[in-house]
């Protein structure tokens, strides 16, 4: 009962934050107030699935709602604070309705219950590997507002970095410095997985995370030694974190919601 009732107030105070206007002043506080109220609620809807409360016996409870929800939040948490020193025209409705959709989806596919972990140290494999999703997850949403920030300004129809609040170069930094957060944390969690796993093998999970892995230090690599700019290095950026994407919560959902069987982590 608990968390149908904190999902369903997210889902409301989110659509309420998307369907608001912009404004300043007194307006922009009280959407600032909207969507910081959803984020609560979203964190209690979090807390109350990933604890498996109500459940018949103790443990967490995980799937790849769980997962894509809690991405999301981290994104929005980022952007709570970055939003207040930084105009970020647009971004506030997409992240909105992002989050009411993954709220939604937690609340259908909670994941399946995990009573015992495969080490001690297997929470803090997880918390790594979400920490890595939030990071490159707001590194993605700079690198969509640098696109679109250069497309205005080929197409001459708007003053350039100007209708973002921030020069463009330090847009294309902190996508990047996201990015470097990113790997390192994502390098963490797999040295810890490999170290706490008795017996690796290469399943779709471990080899996507790793084509991931790649395919991000590889950008970071070009980055720095050939200088690699614009929609280059975003198509990188977007085609590692979808490989990321797809190593845990894709494969999660086709054991989960296609093929209906559990498996571990």
Known sequence: MLLSL?????????????????????????????????????????????????????????????????????????????????????????????????????????????????????????????????LFGVAVLHAVMLNRAERQMRLKSAQGPATLGMPLLRLERLTFQFVGSGVVVLSLALLLGWWFTPQWHWDHKNLLSMLGWLVLTGLLTGRRVFGWRGRRATRWLYFGAALLLLAYAGTRFVLEVLLQRGAGY
């Open 6 to 134: 904190s999902s369903l107030a997210a889902l409301l105070a989110y659509a309420v934050a998307a369907g608001m206007r912009e404004s300043a002043g007194a307006g922009a506080g009280r959407l600032r107030a909207v969507l910081l109220l959803a984020w609560l609620f979203h964190l209690v809807a979090l807390v109350l699935d990933i604890a498996g409360f109500g459940l018949a016996r103790p443990g967490a409870r995980f799937g790849f709602a769980p997962a894509l929800s809690m991405t999301i939040w981290l994104v929005l948490a980022v952007y709570l604070v970055e939003s207040r020193f930084v105009p970020l025209p647009g971004a506030r409705r997409v992240l909105a309705g992002l989050a009411a959709l993954t709220v939604l989806l937690a609340w259908a596919y909670p994941g399946e219950s995990r009573p015992l972990a495969a080490s001690p140290w297997a929470p803090l494999h997880w918390v790594l590997g979400l920490a890595s999703y939030g």
